[in-house]
């Protein structure tokens, strides 16, 4: 990631209700829209309470962004290769606290290059991102970084 993204302060929240705690991460819209932006998207960001979504485009890309269905069985030799699995039915991105959906044109139609990627600001304190690392603002960074490329 580059070196400013790296460099900046991390802050991360650890919240207890009911018994049950949470890792409330403090997610910095700039971070966001230039680590997007460094991986060739155009990136709108928008806050909830609970949920980062970035809307992302790649208008000047040749071919549409496709996105790889782990559901259907003609894909098993791909299985090897992939870094990131989404699952089919709810766009969950496997061991990561985002969600992928298809950006709707204004006909309703999914648009060939835009997405919406939501990340999850709360997390169960147990919840492990890729290779086991506990959640983090940097660990996530890297993860959504290399996400964001691999799209």
């Keep these: ?9 991390v802050v991360m929240q650890l919240v207890e209700a009911a018994g049950h705690r949470m890792v409330r991460l403090e997610l910095d819209n700039d971070i966001l829209r230039q680590g997007a932006e460094e991986t060739g998207f155009a990136c709108v960001v928008q806050e909830t309470p609970r949920n980062v979504v ?30 990131f699995y989404v699952d089919a039915l709810t766009g969950a991105v496997l061991q990561t606290p985002f969600v992928v959906a298809n950006h709707q044109d204004a006909a309703g139609r999914p648009h060939p290059r835009a997405l919406r990627l939501q990340i ?32």
């Design 1 to 9: 990631m580059a070196k400013g993204l790296a460099a900046r302060m």
């Design 54 to 83: 970035l809307e992302l485009s790649c208008l000047d890309r040749e071919g549409p962004l496709l996105l790889f269905d782990a559901a259907d069985p003609a894909n098993t030799g791909w299985f090897a290769r992939c870094q």
């Design 120 to 151: 999850a600001k709360e997390m169960p304190a147990h919840y492990r991102l890729p290779g086991r690392q506990p959640v983090s603002e940097k660990v996530l960074y890297s993860v959504l970084f290399n996400f964001l490329v691999a799209v």
